[in-house]
């Protein structure tokens, strides 16, 4: 999937050590997706990241742009 990165994302991944190559794994083959509660433009793809001992990695992303940005991401 093309995406870009917010500012906000970008700043989250930095301060919590999250790979832009498990951002691309979560968005190119999730364990799982879902819509947001609240908004119904972000999708919330989830992805079991190996190297951090399998923890849920969430990423949280606008579906209606283009390409689809990358709002926030954090481990579950």
């Known amino acids: 999937m093309e995406y870009r ?4 994302a970008l700043k989250r991944m930095v301060k919590r050590g999250v790979k832009e190559e498990w951002v691309r794994e979560a968005l ?3 364990d799982t997706t ?7 433009t972000l999708v919330h793809a989830v992805k079991a990241i190996a190297d951090r001992g399998f923890k849920q990695l969430r990423v949280i992303y606008n ?3 283009e390409p689809v940005t990358v709002v926030t991401v954090f481990f579950e």
């Open 5 to 8: 990165l917010s500012d906000h």
């Open 28 to 30: 190119d083959n999730p």
């Open 34 to 40: 879902r819509n947001d509660a609240d908004d119904i």
């Open 63 to 65: 579906e209606t742009t």
